[in-house]
């Protein structure tokens, strides 16, 4: 009995010691990364864009990634992004940019990392969003583990016929975003219509309930289908690529391509939306 006791003990003992690897990763050449939108709204004929550029960093590291200033930035050859004096690293289309029926818009950025200069490009198709025709919103009682008790907000839009659609949604609440990233995430953030083209939607757009006096705005866009996956790519990468049994991660390619030899592409996405707004309060 005392062999097994001392048996035990002693595998206890083992299996509660572990070694801490940390590994030291070779710091790979700085590159550009970029967030930038083009939007236009379903109530004008213009839109405006926003753009922030920082440097990549380190995979260890614990520190916020440099800025990216006295860049210069053009939408189609024309339009000047300016820097705002405030939020160094965002750029911003001081005059609005008008949309007169073409089918893409183009991003050139020029900026300097590490005293080398770089040409980053990237071009996004405008599409079409429909417009929301109704918002509403239902009691529901407590349903647990997977509802609580509270109003949800649905809303209702129909579907073009005959062409593939994508679609993002923001949503928020008193003003502030409602956004958690779960592994669900990607299928209800973003959407497609591979089979409901052409039908009439009617969703939930909030997953956490309101409460009386609350008021959610709920932010449709139609977005093209490179962006529908990146997004989703995205998505993937942060919730579902550890673990045991996890995939393993892949790389996350944008559309922004380096015009010269000192840089590759640049980490992020040029995109262009086209969007329309809704909102209700909760009596």
Sequence with gaps: MKKVIYYLLGLLCFSSCETVVDLELNEGDKTLVVESYL???????????????????????????????NATILI?????????????????????IPYLGQEKFDIDIVADIDGKEGN?????DFTNVPNIDSIYYV??????????????VKIMF??????????????LINDTLSFELTPGTKR?????????????LNFEVNDEPLKEGQT???ILSSITEDTYYYYFNMYTLLTETSGIGAPPPFPL???????????????????????????????
């Design 139 to 152: 009691f529901k009682e407590a349903a647990p583990p997977f509802q609580d008790e509270g109003y949800y």
């Design 76 to 96: 189609n050859d024309t339009y000047v992004l300016d820097e705002d004096p405030d939020s160094l690293g965002f750029y911003v289309s001081n005059l609005p």
């Design 158 to 171: 129909e579907d073009p016929v005959d062409e593939q659609n994508f679609y993002h949604l923001t949503v």
């Design 253 to 283: 390619y944008g559309n922004l391509v380096s015009l010269n030899n000192n840089f590759p592409n640049a980490l992020g996405n040029f995109q262009v939306r086209s969007t329309t707004v809704k909102e209700i309060t909760v009596e």
């Design 216 to 218: 959610l705005k709920v």
């Design 120 to 124: 980053w490009t990237a071009s996004n």
């Design 39 to 69: 939007e236009f709204s379903d109530t004008a004929d213009v839109g405006s864009a926003r753009v922030y550029l920082t440097e990549s960093s380190n995979f260890n590291g614990n520190t916020s990634p440099n800025i990216i200033s």
């Design 188 to 200: 209800s953030l973003i959407l497609r219509d591979e089979y409901v083209n052409g039908s009439g």
